[in-house]
């Protein structure tokens, strides 16, 4: 079974700053997808950002982007010029493509980001 | 695109009650998924359907859960004999195919 791991429960950044939200996976699989979503307080999640893993250049949404290392399983969220807008809970989620559990998401246990003046 | 419709916002019932959750699904889109979230935690999956079939069902789900799609349209998640470990936030999620989740307000279940 595949798992997702986050291991940064809070994060903390300033308004305009840069951060990284951190993401590890494990799975045998060679084709999936990788998500990023927010869930803000209002607790509707939203999608941020997805990977396909068979693409080699990493996806970038406006002022979103990822680091997608195949590798090492690993799937870093870099939000830039951070807004206020910005504070929310952020999960990692990965999708499977292969046999009966190719639909369902499984999700990290979630970062909490918090954006200061 | 109206979104994904979940219905009630908030259910407080005693211990022992039955209780029953309704998701509306984007209209175009043909798969319908049930997840749970506890306070802190990422959501678990508890349940999938493309149109009316269900494909797939966690071992979270109890045999006290069940999850409806009678007409491949809204779906219905209903929990016989609440326990206080039901207490949680239930989401509903749709797609087309493999597309992107789409996901509801959620269902937040307290349980006296």
Not at chain 1, 28 to 52: A, N, T
Not at chain 1, 89 to 116: D, E, I
């Amino acid at each position: 079974a595949q798992t997702v791991t986050q291991s940064q429960p809070e994060m903390s950044v300033q308004e305009a700053e840069t951060v990284t939200l951190s993401c590890t996976y494990d799975t045998s699989e060679s084709d999936y997808y990788l998500f990023w979503y927010k869930q803000p307080p209002s607790r509707q999640m939203i999608l941020v950002i997805r990977q396909e893993a068979y693409k080699q250049q990493n996806a970038t949404e406006n002022r979103f982007s990822v680091n997608f290392q195949k590798a090492a399983k690993s799937f870093s969220l870099k939000i830039s010029d951070s807004q206020l807008g910005d504070a929310a809970m952020y999960f990692c989620a990965y999708r499977s493509l292969s046999g009966g559990t190719a639909s369902k998401l499984t999700f990290g246990t979630g970062t909490r980001l918090q954006v200061t003046l | 695109d109206t979104g994904v419709s979940q219905n009630p916002r908030h259910k407080i019932t005693k211990r022992g009650q039955n209780v029953t959750f309704r998701c509306d699904p984007i209209s175009e889109h043909n798969r319908l998924y049930w997840y749970r979230q506890t306070l802190g935690q990422g959501p678990e999956f508890l349940t999938y359907f493309q149109n009316e079939a269900q494909l797939e069902k966690s071992r979270l789900l109890s045999d006290r859960f069940s999850a409806e799609r009678p007409k491949g349209s809204f779906s219905t998640l209903e929990i016989q004999r609440t326990e206080q470990g039901d207490s949680a936030m239930y989401l509903c999620a749709s797609s087309v195919y493999n597309s992107p989740l789409h996901f509801g307000n959620g269902t937040r279940l307290t349980v006296t």
